[in-house]
């Protein structure tokens, strides 16, 4: 059975940091990548590599977060 999700928030702190913190990684990743490569490559280049780096992130999120719901759904069903 899937909820949504405020009851989360009853069990602590740390469902509303990971949610508030997942909103951040594709800036740190973009960060990253820039500052890793920002004497080495061309900064137009590193520029385009480190917005699609950042955007690649988004479907990783989502596929933690629905695996995260598969999961708990099964344990629910159990």
């Known amino acids: 059975m899937l909820d949504?999700?405020?009851e989360d928030l009853f069990g602590?702190?740390?469902?509303f940091m990971k949610r508030a913190?997942?909103?951040?990684?594709p800036?740190?990743?973009a960060m990253?990548?820039?500052?890793?490569?920002?004497d080495y490559i061309n900064r137009d280049i590193l520029l385009f590599v480190a917005a699609i780096s950042a955007?690649?992130?988004?479907?990783v999120i989502q596929l933690f977060e629905k695996l995260n719901i598969m999961r708990k759904s099964d344990s629910e069903s159990d």
């Open 12 to 15: 602590g702190i740390w469902p």
């Open 55 to 59: 955007g690649l992130t988004f479907p």
């Open 32 to 38: 990253i990548v820039w500052y890793a490569g920002v």
């Open 4 to 6: 949504d999700g405020h």
């Open 27 to 29: 800036l740190w990743i």
């Open 21 to 25: 913190l997942f909103v951040f990684l």
